[in-house]
Structures are given as C-alpha cells and as structure tokens.
C-alpha cells in the first residue's frame, strides 16, 4: 500500500498516501499512526508551529480546564512514564511544550510544512486520488486526505464598525501574538464572557489601571481550585484503568457519574452533591445527577446552586443579578472553569458592562460605543469565539465526486456518517467531526478514538486491496437522524450557542456534535468496524 514518495510523480504532482491537514493533536498522532501503517504521509499546517489550539491561544491565563492526567495522548506508555505534569491543569505554555516534545520524541517534524495553509482537495474520480493544494505553492496527489483543521480553529472576526479606525492595540484571544503583551497601566476592554474571557479576565485584571468587560450573556462557571500535580498521581498501573473509566464514559473525563435523579433526592442530599462538585472543582458537576441535561427541573436546580454562589462571592446585588446566567439551561453552553472570576469583577479597577441591554454600536478611535456612551480604553481583547467545529472546513474549497463541494453538501447543516466521513468524498476523514462526539468531551481522548479508527480501517481497505472507503447516503442519512433525534431528548439544542452555530450569522442551526456520550459512541464505531465497516461502501 505504502507509496513511493516521488517528487514529481504522474503528472508532474508529488505523490504521497496521505495528506493530513492541522498540526494540533489530531495531526500530529495521525502523522505517527500513519507512519507506523507504512504509509507516506505530509502534514500542512497554516501556523508557523505545531500544536493547534495551543499554538495559537497564548493568551494570559489560557489553559486546560480537563486534567492534565487525562488531556495527554496514552498510545505509549513510556512517553505516559516520562512526561510528567506540574499542574492539575496544565497552562498553555505546557500543554504546547509536550505537543512540541511529541513532533520531536517521535521524529514528526520532516513530515509536517509550517506556513502552509491547505486551499484546496479535489477529489479525482478517474484516479481515484485526492489533489491538494496549499496557499504557499505546494500541489500534491493523495490516497487519502485527512482533516485535522480543529473544532474550535477558525476564528469569529471581530467585525465591529470602526474597528478599523481604533488607535490601540486590539488582540483575538485565539490568534494571541508570541511576544509578550503588556497591559501594565492600561485601559483594557474584553469583549465576551466565555472560557477563554473567563479564564483572562483575572490574569489581564493584575497588570491593567482599568478593566472593562463587554458582558452580552452571562456564563456559567465553576472553580478549577488548580494545584501542583502531586506525584502520587503519576501512577502508571492506575493509570491504565483510569483510561479505561474515562474511554467510557459520557464525556471523556475521570469524574465520577451519579444514577440518581435531581428529583427524586431530598433538597439537602441535592445540595451536597452539588456543593461535594463544586469543592472537587472542575467539570464534575456536569455529573452530579443523570437528568441535568434533560430534564429542565433537574437543571434549574443546579442553575439555582450556581445563582446562590454567584450571590454568596458578589455582595452588590445588582452586579450579582448580571453575573447570573438566564434564558438558557445550565450546560447548553459549555460550562466554563475559573480561577477568581467573580473575585475579580468585584475589583475597585473592573467594571462589568451589559452589551445585551445597550450593545457594542461602534469602535472609535479610542473607545468602545453603546448607546449608553463611550468607553475609552486603550486596548482591546476579542474573546468572542470561533466558526465552531465546521469553520475550518468550510475555509478550505473541497470537492468529492463529481465537483460537489462539501459546502454544498453542508448547505443545510453538517451531514457525516459517525463525524468522521461524508458521503460522497471518498478516502476523506474527518478528525472529531460534526456528528460525534468531539467538543462535548475530553477532546484528547476522541482524538485518539478517532486517529486508532481510521488507522484500523485504512488496514482493513489494504487487505481487501486499497480501493476506496465512503460512507453510503443511506448510513448517513440515518446517523444525522440519529444524532439529531439523541440531541433533542436533551436540553442541549436549547441555548443559542456554538454547539448549534448560534454565535456566527446565517449559519444553519442544529446541534452539532453527538451527545450520546463517548463510551456509546466507541462502541458503535467498534461495532461498525467489525460488521465489516457497516455503513460504509468499500470499493476496490
Ligand atoms: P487544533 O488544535 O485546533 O489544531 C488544528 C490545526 O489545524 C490548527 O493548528 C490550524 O492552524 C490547522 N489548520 C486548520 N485549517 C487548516 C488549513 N486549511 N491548512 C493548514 N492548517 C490548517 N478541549 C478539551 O478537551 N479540554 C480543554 O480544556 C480544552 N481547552 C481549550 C481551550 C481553548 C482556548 C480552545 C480554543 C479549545 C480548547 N479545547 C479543549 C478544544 C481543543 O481545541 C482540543 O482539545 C484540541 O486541542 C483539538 O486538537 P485538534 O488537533 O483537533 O485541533
Ligand atoms: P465562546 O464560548 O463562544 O464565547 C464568546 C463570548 O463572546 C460570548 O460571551 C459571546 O456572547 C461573546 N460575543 C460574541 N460576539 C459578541 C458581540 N458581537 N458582542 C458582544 N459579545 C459577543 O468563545 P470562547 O470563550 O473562546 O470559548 C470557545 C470554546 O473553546 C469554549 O466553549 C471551550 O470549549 C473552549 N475553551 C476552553 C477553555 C478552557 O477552559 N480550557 C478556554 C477557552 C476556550 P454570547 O454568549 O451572547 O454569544
């Protein structure tokens, strides 16, 4: 199966196996399984590092909000014996320092082009190939091409009127410069309040005269109550079983799940589990009862846990009152992790604005302006998000058989079978795609799911004699039903959220990810995997 790499194969192209587009965790453990098959293979990455999401977020406070112990990869254990982590949840900084250690532990880095950002895939029906060009020059020919563009990569732009015309400096909190910024005696202004706004705020509030946030909706959000990693955790044998729980379980992650209903405990046995998740701090919560995501009396009562929180760390009432999140149910929108964010907002030097009240009209010269009047400020932080999980793909001009681009394929919504392949482009994966379980997980751990899948199957299609491998219509159309008919018995579709496009005008709206949980969702993949990739036609 493995190719000849030739630099200028028929027709003048190089050819390889693979092409695999994004050098985040997805990409570059593709890369490994790849080379392990015996395949050739080219990773184009647009940054000018590796690293993917933290790469590009090197904003003040950025960090992981899973444990470090179960955001790394777990394919080798001797790298599971060496890298040791400092934090319960690793910084930014660290996190980016094991992904470079990962391209140079396994000798990656030859294989991957930085600055290369992928415009386009073609796929050749007559040869069976795909043909892939980059922004740099680069034209190649594929078997297969392998998207690893990130869910959460391509940013949503900050088009203010005025923006333009502003005098300071203004920063997206995914696109954050490598040099250092100070905000020492400065006026800053964030706009938005989710994760990565939450997670800044307090970090930006230390340097900065003055702090402004732009607060359209309010989020909800739990303490991490972060500390040293503590050595006894570094335990190889219960390692192995921690995996296990967590390759099993809803959302990927080692907090323990709880069969009872929120309705059928008493106030104090609800109140305690509440408050035992909140002292653990972190995601636990989303645990706490098994209806909290689809029964909305369940999930008012966490949101009324939440409020009185918010009550008990914000004395003003009034700013206690913005800061508590309405009009949507707790966990529709991703639950965020803080250190200090209430503490903050409560600074003499922070003040909270309500852009849902009097939104964001205009960006002058030196201010931002709501009809309430201008806010002076002599930088500006962009925390508002990305094009989720389907941005990436859609920046890229991909044609599948017959000259049908995906974009007219996606004209309604995302349509894939399992997230990882859509009908009509052959030979093309998708790494966490639209339609699993992805962005609703520990996404370190559905990557590995994903990669260690499409590596079996590209074995499978070599023993049968390295044709093609594209879900049908049928398998397809099913899974979308099923992955939309899974959402709606839950609470999730009911935010105006990323997960549904909400937050990106004219984007079609519905539910993106599967929220049938992660140890469901493997065991189908095994399933269909086994019933000799059910679902999906293979073609020699
Ligand atoms: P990415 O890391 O996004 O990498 C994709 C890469 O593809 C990028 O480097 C991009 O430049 C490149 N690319 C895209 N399009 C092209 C193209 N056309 N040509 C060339 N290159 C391209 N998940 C969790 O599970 N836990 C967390 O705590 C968590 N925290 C997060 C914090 C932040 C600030 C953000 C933004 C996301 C967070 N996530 C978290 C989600 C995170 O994205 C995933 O955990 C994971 O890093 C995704 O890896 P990836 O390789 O799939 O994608
Ligand atoms: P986000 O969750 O989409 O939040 C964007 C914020 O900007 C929201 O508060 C949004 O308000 C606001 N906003 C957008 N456009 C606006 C406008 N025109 N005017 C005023 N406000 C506007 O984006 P994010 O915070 O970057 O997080 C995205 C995802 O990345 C997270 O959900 C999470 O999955 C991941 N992440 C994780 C961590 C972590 O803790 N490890 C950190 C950062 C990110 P509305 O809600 O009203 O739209």
């Known amino acids: 199966m493995a190719e000849v790499v030739a630099e200028s194969g028929p027709g003048g192209l190089e050819t390889l196996d693979a092409v695999v587009v994004g050098a985040g965790f997805a990409g570059l453990y593709m890369l490994h399984r790849l080379r392990g098959l015996g395949l050739s293979a080219r990773v184009f990455e647009a940054g000018d590092g590796v690293g993917g999401t933290w790469f590009w977020n090197r904003y003040p406070g950025a960090r992981c909000d899973v444990e470090s112990i179960d955001y790394q990869y777990s394919f080798d254990q001797d790298l599971l014996r060496d890298w ?103 006026r800053v202004a964030v706009v938005g309040t989710g994760s990565s706004a939450i997670q800044l705020i307090p970090v930006v509030a230390e340097h900065a005269a003055e702090l402004i946030v732009f607060q359209r909706t309010a989020n909800f959000t739990v303490p991490a109550h972060n500390r040293p990693y ?113 503490e903050t907002l409560t600074r003499d030097h922070v003040r909270v604005i309500d852009v849902r009240a009097s939104p964001i009209r205009e960006i002058t010269p030196s201010a931002i302006r709501t009809d309430k009047g201008d806010y002076a400020v002599d930088a500006i932080i962009f925390a508002i998000g990305y094009d989720a999980m389907t941005g990436s793909l859609a920046k890229i001009d991909i044609r599948g058989r017959g000259g049908h681009t995906l974009a007219q394929s996606w004209s309604a919504g995302p349509r894939t079978y399992l997230g990882l392949g859509v009908a009509g482009f052959p030979n093309m994966f998708i790494i966490t795609g639209p339609g699993s379980p992805s962005v609703l997980s520990n996404m370190v751990v559905s990557i590995e799911q994903h990669v260690d899948w ?78 000799g990739y059910e679902g999906f036609a293979l073609t020699s």
């Open 84 to 186: 040791v982590w400092t934090e319960r949840y690793p910084r930014q900084e660290e996190l980016l320092r094991y992904l470079n250690h990962i391209a140079d532990r396994f000798d990656l880095r030859r294989d991957i082009r930085l600055n290369a950002r992928v415009s386009a895939a073609t796929f050749d029906e007559t040869a069976g190939r795909w043909e892939v060009w980059t922004d740099r020059g680069d034209h190649l020919s594929a078997r297969f091409a392998i998207m690893a563009t990130g869910c959460l990569s391509a940013t949503k732009s900050p088009d203010f009127p005025g923006l333009e015309s502003f005098e300071g400096d203004w920063f997206h909190t995914g696109a954050w410069p490598a040099s250092e910024v100070d905000f020492g005696g400065k």
């Open 230 to 342: 503590v050595a006894a955790e570094h335990d190889l044998e219960q390692y192995d079983e921690r995996r296990k729980f967590v390759r099993e379980s809803f959302g990927a992650m080692a907090y323990p799940g709880n069969d009872k209903s929120a309705l059928e405990v008493s106030a104090r046995e609800r109140e305690d589990e509440f408050e035992e998740r909140w002292q653990a701090g972190g995601l636990a919560i989303y645990g706490a009862f098994t209806d909290l995501l689809v029964n909305a009396e369940a999930n008012a009562m966490a949101a009324a846990f939440f409020a009185a929180k918010i009550r008990e760390k914000v004395d003003d009432p009034a700013l206690a009152a913005l800061l508590t999140p309405t009009g949507f149910p707790i966990g529709a929108k991703r639950i965020c992790v803080d250190t200090n964010y209430y």
């Open 454 to 531: 499409i590596a079996d199957a590209l074995v499978a299609l070599r023993a049968r004699g390295d044709g093609l491998i594209e879900p049908t219509k049928e398998a397809q159309d099913a899974w979308v039903a099923h992955v939309n008919a899974v959402a709606s018995r839950t609470l999730l579709p009911s935010a105006n959220s990323w997960y549904m496009g909400a937050n990106i005008p004219g984007k079609p709206r519905l539910f993106m990810p599967y929220s049938g949980g992660v140890g469901a969702y493997r065991e189908k993949c095994d399933e269909v995997a086994a019933n």
